[in-house]
């Protein structure tokens, strides 16, 4: 009995042996994982990362930017990774240095479905990548102040003189604006605004969130910042309204820095890291984004916005090339460290 028992045990074991083999064999999906690099805040972007894992039984492994990084954190990762990839993805939180890595060699061409909708001017033209979500450059304004600025040109009128705040040209989303003039304008019309400005008083803090509380405090009138940084301040009930510059007819418009999701050449978990990137493309994500503390503006018609802002399609904006843009930006890094004298 107890023989016919073990030969029946052992040929269990030996079926299932057999039935993992075969289901290895048969190309089984394993435990699916999808490696996600991330320099948008991690206070916003974990929320919907943990909702694509609800959603999609994927693990998602992120590996954030920190504060003393952002932006360069990761993309310097994924240039010395570029051998041999540890990402699937890149959520950036703006296009101009995803056009770094792309002229490197490090992203791989993924259009996605829901990429319809969205302007060109938000996508590179060869599928490199894809924006999403966007913040808009603005002014905070002090609700005393005498005068609202209405173009960033007022930075150089005498009534605003020492009135002016901006954060450092040499970091962030600042950089990005000013290297967007040169495209714009053109060198010597550029500097010749940014040395007016600097002429007119305008003081220089470390960030956009300095900026916002200096004017928030009423040590300045305004100052030019993301539209998330002027958006948390009205609903901390600060004494400051929010402007949107150079928007008469024929006006120089916002400046847009939106959200881009890319694919890496190379990535171990390409299929999943496509339905990542789909996932971040969607309205749905784009409404989140939305009515989450950093209020961005999505690039899709059509989905709602919070009170505070407008709908993309209601704003002037630059029409800007990003590639251009980032081009420019390695070339203006001297006179910018000039200006800010360093």
């Not at 948008?40 to 930017?65: N, Q």
């Not at 829901?114 to 913040?135: L, M, Q, T, V």
């Not at 705040?165 to 604006?177: K, R, W, Y």
């Not at 948390?232 to 400046?255: A, H, S, W």
């Amino acid at each position: 009995m107890k023989k016919s028992l073990l030969a029946l045990l052992g040929f269990a074991v030996l079926a299932l042996l057999l039935y993992i083999g075969y289901e290895k064999r048969e190309g089984a999906p394993a435990h699916k994982e999808v490696v996600v690099y991330v320099s948008e805040d991690r206070v916003f972007s974990e929320p919907i990362l943990k909702d694509f894992e609800k959603e999609t039984g994927i693990k998602v492994r992120a590996v954030y930017d920190t504060e003393e990084t952002k932006s360069t954190g990761v993309m310097n990762r994924l240039i010395a990774e570029k051998s041999s990839p540890g990402a699937d993805v890149y959520w950036a939180n703006e296009p101009i240095r995803v056009e770094v890595l792309k002229k490197k060699g490090i992203l791989a061409p993924y259009i996605s479905e829901n990429a319809r909708g969205i302007a060109e001017n938000f996508k590179d033209p060869e599928g490199y990548w894809c924006g999403f979500s966007a913040r808009i450059r603005v002014f905070v304004v002090r609700k005393g102040a005498q005068k609202r600025p209405a173009s960033i040109m007022d930075y150089t009128d005498p009534e605003f003189k020492g009135k002016g705040v901006i954060a450092n040209p040499l970091f962030g989303t600042t950089t990005s604006h000013i290297a967007a003039l040169f495209t714009v304008w053109g060198a010597e019309r550029t500097e010749a605004f940014m040395n007016a400005m600097k002429r007119n008083g305008v003081a220089i803090s470390t960030s956009n969130g300095e900026s916002a509380d200096i004017v928030a405090m009423g040590a300045a009138d305004f100052a030019l910042v993301d539209s998330d940084d002027a958006v948390n301040r009205i609903r901390q009930g600060k004494p400051v309204t929010m402007v949107y510059p150079d928007q008469e007819e024929g006006g120089l418009g916002c400046f847009v820095v939106p959200n881009v999701a890319v694919l890496i050449k190379g990535a171990k978990h390409p299929s999943e890291a496509k339905l990542l990137i789909d996932y971040l493309l969607s309205k749905e994500t784009e409404r989140k984004l939305a009515f989450a503390d950093c209020a961005q503006i999505p690039l899709h018609k059509g989905v709602a916005v919070p009170p505070e802002l407008k709908p993309l399609e209601q704003i002037r904006t630059m029409d800007v090339d990003y590639a251009k843009v980032a081009e420019e930006l390695e070339k203006i890094q001297p006179f910018l460290k000039q200006w800010a004298g360093l």
